[in-house]
């Protein structure tokens, strides 16, 4: 018995501290609602979503994809270190669309969570 359970301490051991030493991205919102704004021909939305690496190694962000060409983010291309403040800067295209609208961002990045999904939303009239 003394056996097993030694064994399991030796087994979790580097796990309970070891396993901690990573980035994790912690964003102030995850969807952003712009509310009601009227219709102008070729206009833009500016938006920022704000995060910190609050994990222990830097942060990188690999991509950001958007559910439609309308949605254009960019981002720091250089990693983030632990403890460290940035953003996610979208500009959504106001092209012809008007009603409800209903975006997403896919943050891929080195977390273990991998892919942080972001959302958009409000209504042109």
């Not at 030796?10 to 919102?29: A, H, M, N, V």
């Not at 979503?49 to 690999?62: A, D, H, Q, W």
């Not at 254009?72 to 250089?78: I, M, Y």
Request: proline letters at 5%; aromatic letters at 12%.
């Amino acid at each position: 018995m003394k056996s097993h359970l030694l064994g399991l301490v030796l087994l979790l051991f580097p796990i309970l501290c070891f396993g901690q030493e990573k980035p994790f991205i912690s964003f102030d919102k995850k969807s952003i609602d712009f509310g009601t704004i009227k219709y102008k021909p070729n206009s833009v939305i500016r938006i920022k979503f704000y995060f910190k690496n609050t994990g222990e190694l830097p942060l990188v962000i690999r991509k950001v994809d958007a559910s439609c060409g309308c949605t254009v983010p960019t981002w720091t291309k250089h990693p983030i270190k632990a403890g460290s403040k940035d953003f996610v800067f979208v500009l959504f295209k106001m092209k012809n669309k008007q009603g409800k609208i209903m975006k997403s961002l896919f943050v891929n990045s080195n977390t273990d969570e991998r892919v942080t999904v972001l959302h958009i939303k409000g209504e042109i009239i």
